[in-house]
């Protein structure tokens, strides 16, 4: 059974900065993109980035220029590099797999077969 299994949250004040790491059980093969989503207490869950299996990396627009995500083949971890956080950035942070196409995974559409992992908190206060 495959398993994403996060790691890196924590508590953080405003502008301050926290890595997430997302390590798979398993290593995927062409045509898996990858990616974080966060879900805010009483909000819907929301895609934060996604890197395809072209490597095409899209990130919202509400991240853009704070975060960076990164992958490392060689371990199977994916990381998420955050800065600038701010307190909308509060949420429990969700790192995904899912077999869909570039076009899919740019817009973060992600299916009922996505790998989901457990999540991490991340909490940022002023």
């Known amino acids: 059974q495959v398993q994403l299994l996060e790691s890196g949250g924590g508590s953080v004040l405003t502008g301050g900065s926290l890595r997430l790491s997302c390590s798979a059980s398993?290593?995927?093969?062409?045509?898996?993109?990858m990616g974080w989503s966060r879900q805010a207490p009483g909000k819907e869950r929301e895609g934060v980035v996604s890197?395809?299996?072209?490597?095409?990396?899209n990130y919202s627009e509400a991240v853009k220029g704070r975060f960076t995500l990164s992958k490392d083949y060689a371990k199977n971890i994916l990381y998420l590099q955050m800065n600038g956080l701010k307190p909308e950035d509060t949420a429990t942070y969700y790192c995904?797999?899912?077999?869909?196409?570039?076009?899919?995974?740019?817009?973060?559409?992600?299916?009922?077969?996505?790998?989901w992992g457990q999540g991490t908190q991340v909490n940022v206060s002023s």
């Open positions: 995904a797999a899912d077999r869909i196409s570039t076009f899919a995974c740019v817009t973060r559409a992600w299916t009922r077969n996505a790998y």
């Open positions: 398993t290593y995927f093969d062409n045509g898996y993109c």
């Open positions: 890197i395809a299996s072209d490597g095409t990396i």
